[in-house]
């Protein structure tokens, strides 16, 4: 069973940084990619960023130019650096990982921008 656990969120002020972190039980190698998700309260769970296994990285609009995506591949681990905070980034922020049409997702961690 592929699990995903996430870690790093917390309150921050607007501005701010955080750095989010999804370690990933198995060879990140052996999936198509791993991407950050975001869901703020009523709205549908939106892209963030994902990375391939080729190393290609793809940002939704809103995370260009703030948000990194990185990987550190001897931990499984993928990161997702967040500069610039802005209240809209406040949502729960999910890992997932995915080979063909098979999905695994991490429980989520929550991130609140806020003064």
């Known amino acids: 069973q592929v699990q995903l656990l996430e870690s790093g969120g917390g309150l921050v002020q607007p501005g701010g940084s955080l750095t989010l972190s999804c370690a990933v039980s198995?060879?990140?190698?052996?999936?198509?990619?791993v991407g950050w998700y975001r869901q703020a309260p009523g709205r549908q769970r939106e892209l963030v960023a994902t990375i391939n296994v080729g190393g290609r990285e793809d940002y939704a609009d809103s995370a260009k130019g703030r948000f990194t995506i990185s990987r550190e591949n001897a931990k499984n681990t993928v990161y997702l650096q967040m500069n610039s905070l802005k209240p809209e980034d406040t949502a729960v922020y999910y890992c997932?990982?995915?080979?063909?049409?098979?999905?695994?997702w991490g429980q989520g961690s929550q991130v609140t921008v806020s003064s």
């Open positions: 198995e060879n990140i190698f052996n999936f198509n990619a």
């Open positions: 997932k990982a995915h080979i063909l049409s098979r999905e695994y």
